[in-house]
Structures are given as structure tokens and as C-alpha cells.
């Protein structure tokens, strides 16, 4: 019986041992994980926008599939591309003995670094207050979207004001339509205070507007 009682003391103490030191063990099982991520450019292309609830903040992105669309289905999109690197004093990784029931859990993904400015210059003329080659982003919103938030709509210069993380996605539309129907080009200048890319420009394809 003596026997059996100090067994099981020994391993019950082993086990707290075990657990105790399992998060100081690396293990792929439970990483690498990264908790900041670094713009060094933008995938961009130009879609047709869908808003699908009353918020306008949840959306729907198709192709343009035409080389006609409407003011308000217009939208240009950036989705930023580079790396992720952890941001912790500490780089030690943590594993769990038990398989599937990790001792930690991956963090939210976020960026130390900050939008600067967005600009945006139509080809032709826009309207009558704003001329080909003009900076026209006072006339569009931005909807950006971050881990763990979601999408959040402002309008652009707001955005800008605000010196605002650099977000995951970007989604420029219009809120005002040409004044007429005519072929744009729009290139789009951003700014940011990066690590290793401060600016990035890019012009979409020719695309008809109408009203």
C-alpha cells in the first residue's frame, strides 16, 4: 500500500512538472506564430462592389465582367502582400504534451506601421470641379479591413486623417458619380510609414462609368 501511495504521488508530480514546462518547449505543433506583418506592396485589380446589409460594411466583391459598371458597383482593390515577424523580446515557442490541446494560441496579426495619405487621379476629366489628373479622393470612401475587426467604412481622407494602421485590405469607391459616361483610368498613390516601403502606385485598367 506504501508503495502504491508514493507511486502515485511521484506521478501525479511528474505530470505537474511537465506541465509546467511544456510552454517552454518548441514544437510545430504550436508554431511558429507572428504577431505583426510588414507592407512591401499590393495586389490591386478593380471590382464590382455589392453592399449586403444595412451597416454597409458587409460586402460582396465579383468580377467586372463587362467594360461598363455603374458609379456606385465601382470599387478599386488593394490587398497588401509582404511578411510576418513576431514582435516579442522573447522568441521561445510553446508546445502542450497532449496532442490537440495546445498551451498557446496564435495572436492577432497586427502592423506597427501607418498610412500616410491615399491620392487618387482620374485620366479625364471627372466632374466640373475636378479636372484629369487632379486629386480626386475627396470623393470616395474606403473600406478597410483588419484581423479580429472586420471591415470599417470611412471616408478616404477621414481614413487618412485619422494616421491609421495599415490594414489588411483596402476597398476605394466612389460616392459620386462622373459627369458623364466615359472611359477611366485611375491611378492610385499611398503613402505609409513602413519598415521597408514607404510608397506604392499603381494604374487600373480603362473602365466605362456611367451614372
Do not use: H
Not at 505537474?16 to 514546462?21: M, S, W, Y
Not at 470641379?129 to 467604412?153: C, H, P, T, W
Amino acid at each position: 500500500m506504501f508503495k502504491k501511495t508514493v507511486f502515485c504521488y511521484f506521478s501525479i508530480v511528474g505530470i505537474f512538472i511537465l506541465l509546467t514546462v511544456s510552454c517552454e518547449i518548441i514544437d510545430t505543433d504550436c508554431g511558429p506564430f507572428y504577431d505583426r506583418f510588414k507592407t512591401t506592396g499590393f495586389d490591386s485589380s478593380l471590382k464590382k462592389i455589392a453592399i449586403t446589409d444595412s451597416s454597409r460594411n458587409s460586402l460582396q466583391l465579383t468580377p467586372i465582367e463587362t467594360d461598363t459598371i455603374s458609379y456606385d458597383e465601382f470599387s478599386i482593390q488593394m490587398i497588401s502582400t509582404g511578411d510576418s515577424y513576431t514582435a516579442r523580446a522573447n522568441n521561445k515557442l510553446n508546445f502542450s504534451i497532449w496532442s490537440k490541446a495546445y498551451a498557446c494560441s496564435p495572436p492577432i496579426v497586427t502592423s506597427d506601421e501607418t498610412v500616410l495619405d491615399i491620392q487618387i487621379f482620374s485620366s479625364k476629366d471627372y466632374n466640373s470641379e475636378f479636372s484629369a489628373n487632379e486629386n480626386i479622393s475627396e470623393l470616395f470612401d474606403i473600406i478597410v479591413y483588419y484581423n479580429a475587426k472586420g471591415n470599417q467604412r470611412f471616408a478616404l481622407n477621414d481614413f487618412v486623417s485619422s494616421d491609421p494602421e495599415v490594414p489588411v485590405e483596402i476597398i476605394l469607391l466612389p460616392q459620386t458619380a462622373p459627369s458623364s459616361t466615359s472611359s477611366f483610368q485611375f491611378t492610385v498613390k499611398y503613402f505609409q510609414d513602413g519598415l521597408e516601403m514607404d510608397e506604392f502606385e499603381f494604374t487600373t485598367d480603362s473602365i466605362v462609368i456611367k451614372k
